[in-house]
C-alpha cells in the first residue's frame, strides 16, 4: 500500500515536487479529436493522437502527487477533479492503434476495448480514488468508481482477452493493472475472486516468456515495462490478500529476471539496444531497489542517478514515480570495473563488458516480440564511446506493426550488422532461428550457425564466429560460408557510429572521432569496400546520422570465408 508519509522520506521528494509545480497546465489539455484518431486509421500516425492523450496523462501524475502533497490545496484539487472529470469522459481510454473499431464504434451500443493505457488509466484512477479518497469531491470520486468499473472491470469480466495469453508485456501491463483496480475499488466477492484469479494466471503466462536466463525477448525497455506491471501487481496482492500465487520455481525466474537490467547497460545510461530498445534510458531504479532487498546478491543497483525531469516518462505513466518514491533506498553506488561476461543462452546473447570494452552479439530468432531481422548481429563501443551500433526502433506507424515492418531499415536485417547474400536478406518468422555452435568464455569467442536465418537454398551452411581480444581491444568476426552452387555474392555491412574518414586503402579504413581512433581491417579475399553516411529517424522523432560501410565480394566459389577485425586505440 502506498502511504504517502512514506513518499516524503525519499531524498528528493520535495525537489520532485517543486519541479511537479512547474509542470502544472496552465490551459487545460484537451482531450484528442475525432479527425486526430482517424489520422492513425487513415494514415497509420500514432504521434498527433498520442502527444495529447499522454499530456493528459502527464498532468494526472503531477496533479494526484501534489495533491497528495498538499490535499488542502484548493488549486490543484479544481484542476485534478476537472481533468479527472474529462478523461472520465474521454469517448475511449484506448490508443487508435489498439482499439477494437467494432466495440468501440461500428456498434448499435458502446463496448469498450482493453489496452495498455486503458487498463493502465484504470491503474492510477484507483490508486487515486483510494490515496484522495478523503480529499477528492464525492461526485469525482463516484464518477472515478462508474468509469473503472464500466470501461475496464466489466468488460474483462464479460469475455476472455487475448492478453491474458500473451507471453509479453500485454499480459503483465494489462491483467496486472486490473487485478490492481479490482484490489482497490472491489470489495472481496465472487467477481473480485474470477479477476484475480484469471490476473493470477496472466502472470504465468508473462513469466513463461522468459528463460531461465532471465533474458527479455523484447528489449530493455519493454522489459522494464512488463517487468515493472508485474511487480506492482504481484507485491500489492501479496499484500492485500496475506497470500502467495508465485511457486518456488517463479522465484528462482524472478532472480534471474530482475538481474537482465545490470547486463544490458554497456554504461551509464546506454543500453545494448536489441529489438525495439533506444540505445539510451534511465534505469528502472525502483526494480532495482525493490529486488535488491530480495536478492542482494544477485541484483545491483544503477550506477547513474536520476533527475527530478526524469522521473515521469513520456507516457506520464503514475505507477513508476510512486514507487520509485516508495521504493528507492539510499545506498552506496560505486562504479564496477571488474570484467562482466554473460552468455543467454536461452535468447543466445552473448555480452563482453569491461571498463575498455562493451560489445554484445545477437543469436536467438527472428520471431520474436517487437522483431527485428538481426541474428547475427553485434553492438560493439571502446571507452565508453559508440563504434558499431544498433539503429533501435524506428517511430512507431499502423505500417510498422504490421506487413510492411521490415520494409523499416531499424527492423529489417539490411539494417543491421549482417550480410546480404546473393542478393537476399533475412527472413522473419516460426523456424527462423540461430544456433550457438561454439561458446568459449575463457577465450571470448562465440560461434552461431545462421544457415536457417536466410531462404536461401543456395546456402548449405553458414557460420559466423565473434573473437574479442581485450588486452587490443580488437573484435574479429569471421564467416564461414559453403553453398551448393558457383558464382555466389555477398554484400556484408557493417554500421558505426558517426565518425570522420581519417585515410583509406583497399583493405584497411581508419575512422575517428575527437577521442578515438578505429581500425577496421579486411580480408584480402574481399573485391572492394565502400563506405556511406546517412540520416534517419529514431523512435522519438530524433534525426540520427550513422555510417555504413559495405565490403562486397563476388563470384565466389562454394567454399568461402568472408573476415573482418576492429581495433579501437585512444587518441
Avoid at 573485391?527 to 555504413?548: R, V
Wanted: proline share 3%; glycine share 4%; aromatic share 16%.
Amino acid at each position: 500500500m502506498i502511504i504517502g508519509s512514506d513518499l516524503k522520506k525519499h531524498s528528493k521528494y520535495f525537489e520532485v515536487i517543486e519541479h511537479f509545480k512547474t509542470q502544472v497546465y496552465t490551459y487545460f489539455p484537451a482531450a484528442p479529436r475525432y479527425d486526430e484518431f482517424q489520422l492513425f486509421l487513415k494514415t497509420g500516425n500514432r504521434i498527433v493522437y498520442e502527444d495529447k492523450y499522454f499530456e493528459r496523462r502527464k498532468q494526472l501524475t503531477y496533479l494526484g502527487l501534489l495533491l497528495l502533497d498538499d490535499p488542502a490545496n484548493q488549486k490543484y484539487k479544481v484542476k485534478l477533479e476537472n481533468l479527472i472529470y474529462s478523461i472520465c469522459n474521454e469517448f475511449t481510454w484506448c490508443l487508435p492503434a489498439h482499439v477494437d473499431i467494432d466495440k468501440e464504434f461500428n456498434c448499435k451500443e458502446k463496448k469498450f476495448t482493453l489496452d495498455l493505457f486503458s487498463t493502465e488509466t484504470a491503474f492510477t484512477l484507483s490508486e487515486l480514488y483510494r490515496l484522495l479518497g478523503e480529499v477528492l469531491s464525492k461526485d469525482i470520486l463516484n464518477l472515478m468508481h462508474a468509469a473503472i468499473f464500466q470501461r475496464v472491470i466489466n468488460p474483462f469480466l464479460s469475455e476472455k482477452w487475448s492478453f491474458e495469453d500473451k507471453a509479453n508485456n500485454w499480459s503483465s501491463v494489462c491483467a496486472g493493472s486490473i487485478g490492481i483496480s479490482a484490489l482497490y475499488i472491489m470489495n472481496d466477492s465472487r467477481d473480485r475472486t474470477i479477476i484475480l484469479s484469471r490476473v493470477n494466471q496472466a502472470m504465468k503466462v508473462f513469466l513463461s516468456g522468459y528463460g531461465k536466463d532471465g533474458a527479455c525477448l523484447e528489449g530493455l525497455n519493454y522489459w522494464q515495462y512488463g517487468f515493472r506491471y508485474f511487480t506492482y501487481y504481484s507485491d500489492m496482492y501479496e499484500s492485500q490478500t496475506g497470500s502467495h500465487y508465485l511457486s518456488d520455481t517463479d522465484l528462482n525466474k524472478i532472480k534471474s529476471i530482475a538481474a537482465f537490467q545490470q547486463k544490458m547497460y554497456a554504461y551509464e545510461r546506454t543500453v545494448f539496444n536489441i529489438s525495439d530498445s533506444p540505445s539510451s534510458m534511465v534505469p528502472a531504479y525502483d526494480l532495482a531497489h525493490y529486488y535488491h532487498l530480495l536478492f542482494p546478491k544477485d541484483v545491483s543497483i544503477p550506477v547513474s542517478d536520476w533527475a527530478v525531469n526524469e522521473l515521469l516518462d513520456h507516457c506520464g505513466r503514475w505507477a513508476p514515480v510512486i514507487r520509485t518514491l516508495m521504493w528507492e533506498k539510499q545506498s552506496i553506488n560505486s562504479k564496477n570495473n571488474k570484467e562482466e561476461c554473460y552468455w543467454l543462452e536461452d535468447i543466445g546473447i552473448y555480452i563482453f563488458n569491461n571498463k575498455y570494452l562493451q560489445f554484445l552479439s545477437k543469436g536467438g530468432s527472428n520471431d520474436e516480440p517487437h522483431n527485428h531481422n538481426d541474428l547475427g548481429h553485434f553492438i560493439f563501443h571502446f571507452k565508453e564511446q559508440p563504434i558499431c551500433i544498433d539503429l533501435g526502433a524506428p517511430q512507431y506507424t499502423k505500417d510498422y506493426f504490421d506487413d510492411k515492418r521490415y520494409d523499416y531499415i531499424q527492423a529489417s536485417s539490411k539494417g543491421h550488422s549482417v550480410p546480404i547474400i546473393n542478393g537476399k536478406y533475412q527472413v522473419d518468422g516460426e523456424g527462423i532461428f540461430s544456433r550457438p555452435i561454439v561458446y568459449d568464455q575463457v577465450n571470448q569467442l562465440v560461434t552461431y550457425d545462421l544457415t536457417r536465418a536466410y531462404e536461401n537454398n543456395e546456402i548449405d551452411s553458414f557460420n559466423r564466429t565473434f573473437k574479442l581480444s581485450p588486452e587490443v581491444n580488437r573484435l574479429d568476426v569471421v564467416d564461414n560460408y559453403l553453398f551448393t552452387v558457383h558464382h555466389n555474392q555477398i554484400e556484408q555491412r557493417i554500421f558505426f557510429s558517426k565518425m570522420e574518414i581519417e585515410s583509406r586503402t583497399d583493405f584497411q579504413l581508419i575512422f575517428r572521432n575527437r577521442v578515438i581512433r578505429t581500425i577496421v581491417t579486411f580480408s584480402t579475399y574481399i573485391e572492394s569496400y565502400k563506405t556511406n553516411s546517412f540520416k534517419y529517424i529514431d523512435h522519438f522523432g530524433s534525426e540520427k546520422e550513422a555510417t555504413m560501410v559495405s565490403i562486397y565480394a563476388k563470384n565466389i566459389p562454394c567454399k568461402y570465408k568472408m573476415e573482418f577485425s576492429i581495433q579501437c586505440f585512444e587518441i
